[in-house]
């Protein structure tokens, strides 16, 4: 069995290639060609937490691909100085079921979740996209910035977070690290970051909107990869209401994201306003944007499909490369 560490699956997931294997993860899923039950959740209350088991199979052009990863997210971990995920990923031999690798899982989530936004990006952001808002300050908020600038030529990108300070260091550390441009400001208030943004990306644990539906500019394209919760809520229901709404998964974000539960519930949209799940837009059963003032959303609640092919790219990379540590079994 090959074990990779954090630095490890970081040098085995190039964002670039892990774009695109989200893209052939999603076709799979949307495809048929997946098999991932409903992640089961396991709260954990005495620590306002929760752990998740996520398991998937899949058959695509690549082949097949087996993998499980249990992932825990703890929110009050950020008092303590932890990260707020931790995770692993296993790996398997999906002919035989034999464990291939164990890789931190923690590294995995945020690449593949930035790179899925990505991957949403590229087919749903107009071309002339150059200013980009990033909401959250934390490892997710990283991959999203690095995913959306190497799909687009993103100019500058404001940062906000409701702790200032960590907004500016957030800026100070990622400005300049390529594909990320040198301009990167740390925004006082949401209005500041969103107001001339052309792709916002929010990546908080809000239980309640993070910017106001009236300071979007017209044709904005918004990744949503927070509201993992029916309680959460990250962008505003009018918001919702007048954007173009694709998702990862529409079983998932139904079951889990308050970004479309409390709105539905609140009889703003229903069901149907789902346009797409990237899926179908990658596959061509649907359509993506239709013009340059319409708004698009892409609600990411996060699918085992893309752990499977992340985790198949990892290894591959591992092994090209020489990464890791062996250990029999």
């Known amino acids: 069995m090959l074990i990779l560490n954090a630095a490890e699956v970081r040098q085995a997931l190039p964002m670039g290639q892990t774009i695109a294997a989200m893209k052939e993860a999603y076709a799979a899923l949307s495809g048929g060609r997946a098999e991932v039950p409903l992640r089961a959740r396991l709260p954990i209350e005495a620590h306002q937490a929760i752990s998740l088991f996520m398991p998937a199979y899949v058959q695509d052009e690549g082949g097949e691909s087996l993998a499980v990863k249990i992932v825990s997210v703890f929110p009050e971990n950020i008092s303590l100085g932890l990260p707020i995920i931790h995770a692993a990923v296993l790996v398997l031999d ?33 071309p002339d996209s150059r200013i980009a808002a990033i909401f959250g300050a934390g490892v997710q908020a990283r ?7 190497a799909v687009r030529p993103i100019e500058a990108a404001w940062v906000f977070d409701t702790d200032l300070e960590r907004a500016k260091e957030f800026a100070a550390e990622m400005a300049g690290k390529k594909p990320i441009p040198e301009d990167l400001r740390a925004a006082i208030n949401p209005k500041e970051a969103v ?13 309640d909107p993070v910017f106001d539906d009236a300071d979007l500019k017209p044709g904005v394209h918004i990744n949503a990869v927070g509201s993992y919760t029916p309680e959460m809520q990250e962008i505003p229901a009018e918001t919702i209401q007048r954007a173009l709404v694709t998702v990862d998964s529409r079983t998932g974000v139904l079951a889990e994201s308050g970004d479309l539960i409390k709105p539905i519930q609140q009889g703003v949209v229903d069901e149907e306003h789902i346009h797409a799940e990237i899926g179908e837009i990658i596959l061509g059963q649907k359509a993506g944007r239709s013009d340059s003032e319409q708004i698009t959303y892409f609600k990411s609640v996060g699918v085992a499909v893309q752990d499977a092919l992340a985790g198949r790219l990892a290894l591959e990379n591992a092994i090209k490369f020489s990464l890791g540590q062996h250990i029999e079994l």
């Open 195 to 207: 107001e001339h943004a052309d792709i916002v990306c929010t990546a908080t644990t809000s239980l």
């Open 94 to 126: 999906a002919n035989t079921g034999r464990i291939l690798a164990l890789l931190e899982g923690g590294a995995l989530t945020a690449i593949r979740t930035g790179a899925g936004a990505g991957a949403a990006a590229d087919l749903l952001a107009r």
């Open 143 to 149: 991959t999203q910035l690095e995913a959306v600038c």
